[in-house]
């Protein structure tokens, strides 16, 4: 499966900028030409094909992920194996010469019903391709909830891993939901996670942090 997706003005108004990237001496603005993001290959119970896009902000500061059939659950009406729900993309992401950059913050959001005694989790790494994973971030929930859900992975500067200036290496985005009837009775309630707007559509946002790569010597 592959998607080609270019800076457009109608997605505007999903975005913020990573201005916390900004606090580094060696991180600069945004460069003025746009990125284009390849969506190369998406694979996951979580995001069957033809439900994964991405779209990337106006000003180069941010990209977005948007699902429309992302829903872990338990309990009645439910199969043995809708409990966790996994989508993970594989992006070719086209940068501006000179300039590198990496994931500052990760903003997911949703939808989730938990039953009294349900718990649930959302987890998410990402990584470069031949790079190791990043550290794993997971938020878990516990029931009763029945409430929007908002969740942030955010990296320090010093931390960020970037992307190898002069070389092309895709970026891998897993997620992962995950729901457990816990002490609630699965035979009599359904609990359920997920990542879910107002819109019937899923929007994951990841900042991003530029810099310029040094002169090749």
């Known amino acids: 499966m ?3 997706l270019a800076v457009g003005g109608a997605v505007a108004a999903l975005f913020a900028s990573a201005t916390s990237a900004q606090s580094s001496p060696t991180t600069i603005v945004a460069p003025p030409d746009k990125i284009v993001i390849e969506l190369a290959t998406v694979n996951g119970s979580g995001c069957p094909e033809g439900t994964a896009a991405v779209a990337v902000a106006p000003d180069n500061t941010a990209f977005t992920v948007t699902y429309s059939d992302y829903l872990a659950q338990v309990g009645v009406g439910a199969s043995p194996t809708d409990f966790r729900k996994n989508c993970q993309l594989n992006l070719r992401v086209h940068v501006p010469q000179g300039f590198t950059y990496a994931i500052a913050r990760a903003d997911y959001r949703g939808y989730a019903y938990l039953e009294k ?3 649930a989790q959302e987890k998410a790494n990402y990584y470069f391709q ?3 994973q990043t ?3 997971t938020h878990p929930f516990k029931g009763p ?3 929007n859900w908002q969740t942030s992975d955010e990296t320090e500067v010093g931390a960020l891993v970037w992307a190898p200036c002069g070389e092309k290496r895709n970026f891998n985005i ?9 002490t609630s009775d699965p035979k009599k309630t359904t609990s359920f996670m997920t990542m879910d707007s107002t819109d019937a559509g ?4 990841y900042h991003l942090a530029w810099k310029e790569c040094p002169d090749p010597a």
Do not use: F
Not at 174 to 182: D, H, I, M
């Open 174 to 182: 897993n997620t992962e939901l995950r729901v457990s009837a816990g």
């Open 135 to 137: 550290v794993q971030k």
């Open 117 to 119: 005694g349900a718990t």
């Open 2 to 4: 592959r998607r080609t």
């Open 130 to 132: 031949g790079m190791p």
């Open 145 to 147: 909830y029945n409430d």
């Open 202 to 205: 899923i929007s994951t946002i």
